[in-house]
């Protein structure tokens, strides 16, 4: 009886082991594809003439509307400062040698989207970047907020509504076409509850779910919604000016992100975020990372306020 038993657990040793060798195979191998091999020629115009960036004068956003054009996409950009937006077109003009239009409106408002219809009429979209968003001045606590009642719409508005509108507005010639690419931009703080950021958090979990359930819907009509979570970048949003290895400029951020689309349908988009996302969503509690989130911000709250008295 003794031996049988050495026996079994010998057996259930090695289909252990050898699991366990299978699994970590496989995610090298995963890791290999999506980080060093990329998806290839996947975003092209093959997938439709233009492409649509919000938020698209600074940052994230404007990187992506660089990115896009240099691969060959006519352009339109929506974001808020008319002046701006003919800065970008202009340069992607003179540089890409691509043609590109431009609307002005305020994401914070709900009665802007009448005028973005007109504008997208009769283009060929073959990818969406909803890339607009607003996070808080500095992390405090919700009943602290100033101005709360109009920064709670202002906030729906802008990292909410602008997702689902504008997805409201593409979809459906993508889907007409059967191709198409929308990525939208969430955050790593949607990954779990951040503390003294919570509404800008919450926004960004909507964002990513929002993007894993369309996928699920229209991933079989042959279009690619992906939901794109970064931690920091060196943008004028996290008021981050040096970049380093795990706070990459936009555009070494957004040209690692791109070979991730197709590959990924939720991604943190660059290969140190990656890492970092793993850490915090496998290996650490939730609990502690909502701890250490919180330390962090009323660190930094604390510190923005002393500041602000100082002046």
């Known amino acids: 009886m003794l031996h049988g038993a050495e026996s079994v657990l010998l057996w259930v040793g090695a289909l252990t082991t050898a699991s366990l060798a299978l699994w970590i195979l496989y995610r090298l191998l ?46 339109m950009l929506i974001s808020r400062t008319q002046e701006k937006l003919d800065d970008v077109a202009q340069s992607l003009e003179r540089r890409y040698k691509v043609e590109t239009k431009t609307v002005a409106v305020d994401f914070g408002q709900v009665d802007i989207y ?11 979209i073959g990818v969406l970047v909803n890339n607009v968003g607003i996070s808080y001045p500095y992390p405090e606590f919700f009943l602290h907020i100033p101005d709360l009642d109009n ?22 010639r993508m889907e007409a076409r059967a191709k198409g690419v929308i990525l939208n931009i969430s955050s790593a703080s949607g990954m779990y509850p951040v503390p003294l ?9 909507f ?17 690619i919604i992906q939901s794109v979570l970064p931690f920091f970048v060196a943008t004028k949003m996290t008021k ?16 690692a992100e791109l070979t991730t689309v ?12 990656a890492v970092m996302g793993w850490l915090t969503t496998v290996l650490v509690p939730i609990n502690l990372v909502i701890y250490f989130g919180m330390r962090m911000n009323k660190a930094q709250r604390g510190g923005y306020l002393r500041r602000r008295k100082l002046r």
């Not at 980080?35 to 020629?41: A, K, R, T, Y």
């Not at 920064?151 to 459906?172: A, G, K």
């Not at 950021?197 to 979990?205: F, H, I, P, R």
């Open 30 to 75: 995963s890791g290999f594809r999506i980080w060093v091999m990329g998806n290839g020629d996947l975003l092209s115009p093959k997938l439709g003439k233009w492409a649509v960036v919000t938020g698209a004068t600074d940052g994230i956003g404007k990187s992506y509307a660089e990115e896009l054009a240099r691969r060959g996409f006519s352009m």
């Open 114 to 124: 009448p005028k973005i219809e007109t504008a997208l009429s009769g283009l060929e």
């Open 151 to 172: 920064f709670i719409n202002t906030m729906i508005n802008v990292n909410i509504t602008s997702v689902c509108q504008m997805t409201r507005l593409v979809l459906p």
């Open 197 to 205: 950021l919570t509404v800008y958090s919450s926004t960004k979990a």
């Open 207 to 223: 964002v990513d779910f929002f993007s894993r359930g369309l996928q699920a819907e229209y991933k079989s009509k042959g279009i």
């Open 240 to 255: 981050i000016r040096k970049p380093t290895l795990d706070k990459p400029t936009p555009d070494r951020y957004v040209a």
């Open 262 to 273: 197709g590959l990924q349908d939720q991604t943190n988009g660059y290969f140190p975020h």
